[in-house]
């Protein structure tokens, strides 16, 4: 029997196809590796498709060296900041309009954007293929000015150019830059003598992107505080928020750079890790930072707490970091270690701006009705 047609059901189909403000799936916005500069290849992903929620700017991920890789969240509010970081680091390391820039490994550029390299009029290119020979390849014929690389990589691969006695062949470059894990000091001789380049030692993370180069920082809300890890080890805080990374801080200088007192090769994982506690917030409602706390602070791998005597109101942000495990004479032996905003507690800030701003969207999607 043939369905008898209901008028009103043909109406709505014309208003859901026509009118609707809703999106279709092939009307979706899509954001692709070439969206975000990195549409290059890696031995180490899959791409997969998924769907990102609209609060958050972009999402990449840690590279993975030391542990599993984590998916990380960039949101709106930090954008801006973090290119500006990337081009004040781009600028310190010698990089300038014109430069041709090879990255070995696309999520590289996470740390600096885009938007850092097209602003200071630098072009890019990645590897034709994640390996040693495709960057021998790549070198000597796309000839870049610039390199990202991590240094063991770069140092095994220029050493297979010198036993298949290519090396003389390669061009010059200006500039290495190596990143990603913890410089390989002989690399910085292999590096100047095959390609004559200036070599430059550079620490950042996915969550917060550059954060020193050649022992000086390239952003201003850094702060290094005591760390158990040994004798001269500081951690890190970025924005507030501690990397879970130490460093000997001395005065005898970086290898690189006899001014820079962050010794970054010489990296510690900080045990144990430091909570973070709110003291002071410039909110005026306890349930925001809360909610911002046990949130979005976790897309950075973060979490901090929020004591019932926080202050709310203030006119600026401070933090409480302590021991994870706190040691039996903690509080007799060692002071507090208090970061106090605005700018050493730039990075939490725009987090909590995030919050705040999500809280005045009405929900993105109308098939999710909540009562409040």
Known sequence: MEKKTNTYFEE????????????????????????????GPTAAHVIEEIHTPLNYAYITFTTGTTAWQNIVGITPNEREYRKNVGKNALKMAGVKEGHKVMFCYPPLLNAIT????????????????????????????????????????????????????????????DIVNCIGTPLDLEAVDTIKDILGARV????????????????NPVREDIDFVR???????????????????????VDSGHA?????????????????????????????????????????????????????????????????????????????????IIIEGPVKTKMFDLLVQAQLDYQTLSVKDPCWVKER
């Open 256 to 336: 690189l750079d006899k001014n820079g007192k962050v010794i970054t090769y010489m990296r510690a994982r900080t045990q144990p890790d430091y909570e973070i506690y709110v003291r002071e917030t410039t909110l005026s409602a306890k349930q925001t930072i809360e909610r911002a706390c046990r949130s979005i602070l976790r897309i950075k791998s973060k979490v901090a707490k929020v004591p019932d005597d926080v202050v709310l109101s203030s006119d600026k942000t401070v933090l409480e970091l302590k021991p994870s495990i706190v040691p039996k004479d903690y509080e007799e032996n060692n002071e507090p």
């Open 114 to 173: 885009r938007k850092a390299l097209e602003e200071m009029g630098v072009t890019w290119t990645f590897l034709t293929k994640s390996s040693r020979d495709s960057f021998l390849m790549d070198l000597y014929y796309k000839e870049p000015t610039v390199i990202f690389g991590e240094s063991s990589f770069l140092k095994i691969a220029l050493k297979d150019a010198v036993n298949l006695d290519v090396a003389d062949d390669l061009p010059k470059v």
């Open 200 to 215: 430059n030692d550079i620490y950042g993370t996915q969550e917060f992107g550059w954060i020193v180069m050649n022992g």
């Open 227 to 249: 760390s158990d890890v040994g004798h001269d080890f500081k951690e890190s805080v970025v924005g507030g928020l501690p990397t879970g990374d130490s460093f000997p801080v």
């Open 12 to 39: 709505l189909k014309e208003s859901v196809n026509n009118f609707s403000t809703a999106p279709a799936f092939d009307d979706m916005k899509r954001r692709t590796l070439a969206d975000k500069g990195i549409n």
